[in-house]
Every structure is written in C-alpha cells, then in structure tokens.
C-alpha cells in the first residue's frame, strides 16, 4: 500500500438537486459550499457538465469555476468532467487556457465521454463513439497545449486548419489534465496513452468486466508504458459518498430519508441504474456496509480512506461526492469535522504536535520537580527579603 506523503481532499460536484426545490437557489449553495470548503483548507473541487435529466444542473462548469474562483481564495478547481464528445476540442482547450490565465493558474482540465445517456441522444451522437471520440479529442487538446506551431487535424468529427492557441496556459508545462473512469477501462486506457491523471469512483460502476481498483491503474500503466508516457498514483483521485457527524448514529439517521432519495429517484427512476435490492430506508446501510460510502464518526472515514489506500494499492486525492442529501447546516458541520480530525492523518501535519505533546509527557515528572523547587526558591528568597 502506498499512501502519499500528502493526500489532496477535495469534492466530486456534479451536483445532486432533487427535483422540485428552486434550482437558483440550489446553485447558490453549490457555490457556498465552495466557499465553505476553501474557509477549511480543502485542496479541490471538480464541477460537472450535464444538460438532461433534471438532477445535474450544471451545463457549464467554466462558466461555474469562473464564478466560484472570485469567491475563493485558494481551492483549486477543476472541470469533472468536460465531456469532450459535446464540443470542438480547441473551443475547450481555449476556454480552460482562459480560465488558466483568469484564476493565475488555479484551474484543472478532467475529461470524459459523457455520462448520461439521455445527453448523448438530445445530441444526435452515437453512444458506441463516445470513447472513441474523447481519445480522439484529447490528443488534439493535449497537442495544443504543448505546441507551438500551428498544426491542421482532420479527425472523425472535427477538422482544425493550421490551429494553435493564442494564449499558452498559465501554469507550466501547462495546466493538470485527468480522465474520468466510471464504468469501462476506456479512461484510465486513454489516462495513460495521453498521461494524464485519473478519477475513479471508489467502487466502479455497472462493469461488464469486473475490474478491482487495482486493475484499474495496472490498465493505466500499461497503456502508459506502449504509448512511452508515464502515470503517476499522486494524481490518481478517488471519489466516494461521504457524511460525517459526531455519532455513527447521527450520521446514519441524518442522510436516511435523503440518500434512499438520490439512489431511487435518479439513479433507479430517472436514469434507470441498478439499484440496491432492500427497503429504500435501509440503502445508506447497504451501502456503507458495501464499502460504496464512507458514513460514520470521523475515526470511521479514516478507517474507511485506509480500506481503499488497500484496495487500490495506493492514491493520491480522495474526493468527496457532493450530495444534497441532508439539511443544510449537517453537510457543512460534516466537512468541518473532515477537515479537523481526518485531513490531518493522511497529510502529515500532526507529527511536529504529536511529538511535542508526547516530548513532554514523557519529561512531565522531571519538570514538576523542577517547577516546584523554583517555586519554593521563589518563596525563600521572598521570605529573605522581610
């Protein structure tokens, strides 16, 4: 097992906004939970693009980055993901460069096929090209990034003539990219023909061919190896569901009613997944005891962050999947205890306090002793002086 010397947290936001509550509204505390996240110290935030369906409501997430990148300070954003069939690979190359220069290099490019179906039907686009379409995509987006001379590209469905990016990106070589890996080996096999970094779902999702974590970053670094390119576990993220309280009680009952809400509204009703057989107040157990959410005390993530550190072999950023699925003040009381009592564990800043701390248990005696003798020196030297 390889854990890093410093995990990155952040959150998976797609987001999740059940139908019926105002959708201006729902965007507002997407942004605020963003802002939340940057107060606590959180690394990321990557920001999904959806157009159907009526859960997912972001279509843009340039548009969202750009918005939350002047309300945050430090947090890191990154698309998650784009979905390259969708769009010309140079208007999106273009905009994240923009977006590079505008956030003074704060910005990640995460890229996929797309994720739901009913997007790729109001597009006309054949869902068995998808993959193939992405590959294709961001080869030409990573090749306008590193080139400087104009090149022409006349691909399946796109042609660029003499092409190249007025704007070179802001960060060097040039801004992070990652690829989205749900439910084929298609994108950690196109990770590492372009070595790119990775983000996986902590279980992967309705595989024909079941395929463990770790089979998953061995695909990524033997399509690495043919294409002469490398990958790296740092940049390798996990996304899971997460809820945190005080008591494993509390966590349980804060998200039953919501998260049987998500799973069987959306993911069951809305996009037709499998979903868990048992009674919808019992999904959050099912779940949790499936190691699919992490849902407990904060000792109970840590034990759960170690149980994939296991499973994949090693990673390098676990990532939050933003869930509507209690009120409001419990999902940010949940982050907060995230930030104060389990990033700590995985990002090495306990070991000066701990040391301290136990230094001076250990030599408590020995200073009493000498506490109480220059206490007593103290009150001789008074009593001298009458």
């Known amino acids: 097992m390889a854990a890093p010397k410093r995990m990155k947290f952040g ?24 802002q939340w996240l940057d107060t606590l110290g959180f690394d990321e935030a990557w920001i999904g693009e959806h157009h159907s369906a009526g859960w997912e409501t972001i279509c843009s997430p340039e548009v969202f980055m750009a918005t939350a990148a002047e309300r945050t300070r430090n947090l890191r954003l990154g698309t998650g993901v784009i979905s390259l069939p969708y769009h010309n690979p140079y208007m999106v190359a273009n905009r994240m460069v923009l977006l590079d220069h505008l956030t003074r290099g704060r910005v990640m490019l995460g890229v996929g096929p797309g994720a739901l179906a009913s997007d790729a039907y109001m597009f006309g686009i054949d869902p068995t090209k998808q993959r193939e379409m992405m590959d294709e995509s961001l080869g030409v987006i990573m090749r306008l990034f590193k080139e400087t001379e104009p090149f022409s590209v006349k691909g399946s469905w796109f042609e660029l003539n003499e092409a190249s990016l007025q704007l070179r990106c802001y960060q060097e070589p040039h801004l992070p990219v990652v690829v989205a890996s749900v439910q084929s080996p298609a994108g950690v096999t196109v990770a590492g023909k372009h070595g790119a970094g990775v983000i996986s779902l902590s279980v992967p999702r309705d595989m024909i061919r079941k395929t463990t974590l770790k089979d998953q970053w061995a695909i990524a670094e033997e399509s690495a190896a043919e294409h002469g390119q490398t990958v790296d576990r740092n940049e390798w993220r996990l996304s899971v569901g997460c809820h945190l309280a005080e008591s494993r009680k509390e966590a349980f009952e804060d998200i039953r009613l919501g998260s049987s809400r998500v799973v069987t509204e959306y ?120």
């Not at 507002?28 to 939970?33: C, G, I």
């Not at 509507?324 to 070991?351: C, H, N, T």
Request: net charge negative; charged share 25%; glycine share 8%.
């Open 11 to 34: 959150v998976f936001m797609a987001p999740f906004h059940r139908v019926g509550e105002n959708p201006t509204l729902a965007l507002e505390r997407d942004l605020e939970l963003l």
């Open 267 to 386: 993911f069951g009703n809305t996009l037709g997944h499998e979903i868990p057989d048992v009674p919808g107040d019992q999904i959050v157990d099912f779940m949790t005891e499936n190691n699919q959410w992490i849902v407990g005390t904060p000792d109970d993530c840590i034990a759960g962050i170690n149980r994939l550190l296991e499973a994949s072999g090693g990673f390098g950023g676990l990532l939050i999947r933003v869930e509507d699925w209690a009120p409001r003040e419990k999902i940010l009381k949940s982050y907060e205890l995230l930030a104060r009592y389990v990033m700590p564990q995985f990002q090495g800043s306990l070991i000066g306090i701990q040391t301290s701390n136990k230094w001076a248990a250990d030599i408590k005696d020995s200073l009493q002793v000498n506490r109480k003798a220059a206490l007593q020196a103290a009150e001789i030297a008074y009593q001298e002086r009458q």
